[in-house]
């Protein structure tokens, strides 16, 4: 029911400029309420929060149109143990393919994969994503604050595994 309104809403909005131009996708994931009830038989839908405690709730991962005006949800759907995050993006970007139009994709940090990067990539997508802070870009960080540097940009390759590389340039600012 809700994919059918989101696209009435998303052909009549297909006829506004402001809409032609959009193509910017958010994609996250957010947890409900605590669950409190008995999960027994929904352990893999109803899962432990991003907190480190006892609390267990559903999780949710969005796609969201995002641009100058009020997002829009394009897609909703709970996120079950043991899927990754590629996943996860795939299935939301193809749900926003059928919708929208989309040229770049922003996420949290917790899509920094270059497995996920990489999809992303392939589908001819650009994408935005902040870095988890390793080793080497917390180095690079300190870096930026002794050189009084706002803003680096260098050319990286990922390693995929087998050989296979995802070539991305990270933009380090302050």
Do not use: C
């Amino acid at each position: 029911m809700y994919r059918h309104a989101i696209q009435q809403l998303t052909n009549e909005l297909a006829e506004t400029e402001e809409f032609f131009r959009a193509g910017i996708v958010a994609i996250d994931i957010t947890e409900d309420d605590p669950f409190t009830g008995d999960r027994a038989g929904h352990e893999d839908e109803i899962i432990g929060t991003k907190e480190k405690n006892d609390e267990y709730a559903y999780q949710w991962a969005t796609v969201q149109l995002v641009g100058n005006a009020v997002p829009l949800v394009l897609d909703a759907r709970p996120v079950r143990r043991g899927e990754s995050r590629k996943e996860i993006v795939e299935d939301l970007l193809d749900s926003a393919d059928d919708l929208v139009h989309v040229d770049n994709v922003l996420m949290d940090r917790e899509f920094d994969s270059q497995h996920v990067l990489e999809m992303i990539s392939q589908r001819g997508l650009s994408y935005v994503v902040p870095k988890r802070m390793q080793t080497s870009e917390k180095a690079q960080a300190k870096r930026l604050l002794q050189r009084d540097q706002d803003r680096y940009e260098t050319d990286r390759k990922l390693h995929l595994g087998k050989n296979e590389w995802h070539e991305t340039t990270l933009i380090y600012r302050r």
